[in-house]
Each structure stands twice: as structure tokens, then as C-alpha cells.
């Protein structure tokens, strides 16, 4: 799986959106991009994942680059149950996949 | 979603003995779930691949006599962490493979003490 880069950490203010960056140069052409979050001490919640094409769902949305090599996903209105450690995740789907690659993940803080 | 649950949340135990968790898988099958680790201030480590009636799969470095993976139903895999010692100490995460996505249980914080 292409490795992906994060900024460490990013706050933001309740209300506004949120817009979390994620390179991932190296990805390959039958990659998805994965976004999960994890709140502190819970297990990680599937976000919304992509190809090629932008992405919406209730909770956010993703916007990939027409190269594929960054991302960026969008919490159109933050609030304070945002506060999490968000992760991006580049991996193919389907066939015998399975084993998730976490990195260090960007740490959202969303101050009132 | 589909709803993936391990037993128990917390749990405290003493030094040299052994603790079991539980991941199911509540209204799906799952024949394979992942083993997760997360020590403080770090991110998820894949420990293990469980998988239905075979023998787990060990990520480089993970001993697999001490943590021990048995997934005897399509709805249930459990960690059993044996001769528990305070580096042990951790959240442990399960994870339930379902058509080609993953969703996760809540983790179990583990104390040795």
C-alpha cells in the first residue's frame, strides 16, 4: 500500500469547516483513498473513502486530486465531537485485503 | 454500519496471569478479523490476522505463544494476552473484515498491574 504523509496537527474553530490534507505521491492506480477518524480511547469510525472521483456523505467529503497524489477531506461544519485523530489510508479494495496500515495520523482539535 | 463488538471495555489484571478479549461480529460473518495494539500516543499496530477455523497469521515481532488468537466461529475471534506483564499494557483493537470493508470494535484497555 502507497505510504501517506499528515500534517501532526490542526485545530479548528466550532462551526467552520475543516479541511484535513493528505499526501499520498506514490499511490498506485487500483488504490482507494480510506479516511478514518478515531476519538480518544475508542476503536476507529470509517469516515469515506474514494478513486478518483470527489466524494459526499452525511458526515464529510473528499475532494482527490485530478494526479491522485494528495487529498484532502472536508468536515463542512465542525463541532466539538470532531476532536479526533484522523487518519488516511491508501489501499486497494477487494481480493484478499485486509491489513490496514495506520500512520501517525493528524490530531483535530475543534475549540469552541 | 456493520457493528463489531469486544468484551470487555477495561479490564485490570495482575502480573503473570493470563486475560482474554472478545471480538464479535454482531449481525454479520466474519471468517477473517485483525488483531490491533495501540500503546499511548501512537497509532494502531496490526498484531494478527485471524482467520475462521485456521491459525492466525503473526505480524513480524508479534510472539504468538503470548498472544494467542483462537476464531472457532464466524462471529467470534478472541486475544488471549498469556503471563500478562506491565509492557503488556495497552488498548487492543479488533477489527471484522466484511465483503471489502473493515469495521472496527471499540478497543479493550489493558492494565497489568
Known amino acids: 500500500d502507497a505510504k501517506t504523509t499528515q500534517p501532526t496537527s490542526m485545530d479548528c474553530a466550532e462551526g467552520r469547516a475543516a479541511n484535513l490534507p493528505c499526501n499520498h505521491s506514490t499511490i498506485s492506480g487500483n488504490e482507494y483513498v480510506y479516511w478514518y477518524r478515531q476519538i480518544h480511547s475508542q476503536g476507529p469510525q470509517y469516515i469515506i473513502h474514494g478513486l478518483k472521483n470527489n466524494e459526499t456523505n452525511e458526515m464529510a467529503s473528499l475532494i482527490i486530486t485530478e494526479d491522485r497524489k494528495s487529498s484532502t477531506l472536508i468536515l463542512p461544519h465542525a463541532t466539538l465531537r470532531d476532536t479526533a485523530v484522523y487518519y488516511c489510508i491508501v489501499r486497494v479494495r477487494g481480493g484478499s485485503w485486509g491489513k490496514l496500515q495506520f500512520g501517525a495520523g493528524t490530531q483535530v482539535v475543534v475549540t469552541p | 454500519g456493520a457493528v463489531v463488538s469486544q468484551h470487555p471495555s477495561w479490564v485490570i489484571c495482575k502480573s503473570g496471569t493470563s486475560v482474554k478479549i472478545e471480538c464479535r461480529s454482531l449481525?454479520?460473518?466474519?471468517?477473517?478479523m485483525f488483531w490491533y495494539r495501540q500503546f499511548p500516543k501512537q497509532s494502531l499496530m496490526l498484531m494478527a490476522t485471524?482467520?475462521?477455523?485456521?491459525?492466525?497469521?503473526?505480524e513480524q515481532g508479534v510472539e504468538k505463544d503470548k498472544f494467542l488468537i483462537n476464531h472457532a466461529s464466524l462471529t467470534l475471534s478472541t486475544l488471549t494476552v498469556t503471563s500478562a506483564h506491565p509492557e503488556d499494557s495497552s488498548f487492543y483493537i479488533c477489527?471484522?473484515?466484511?465483503?471489502?470493508?473493515?469495521?472496527f470494535g471499540q478497543g479493550t484497555r489493558l492494565t497489568v498491574v
Open positions: 485471524s482467520n475462521e477455523g485456521s491459525k492466525a497469521t503473526y
Open positions: 477489527s471484522a473484515r466484511q465483503d471489502t470493508e473493515a469495521f
Open positions: 449481525d454479520f460473518q466474519a471468517t477473517t
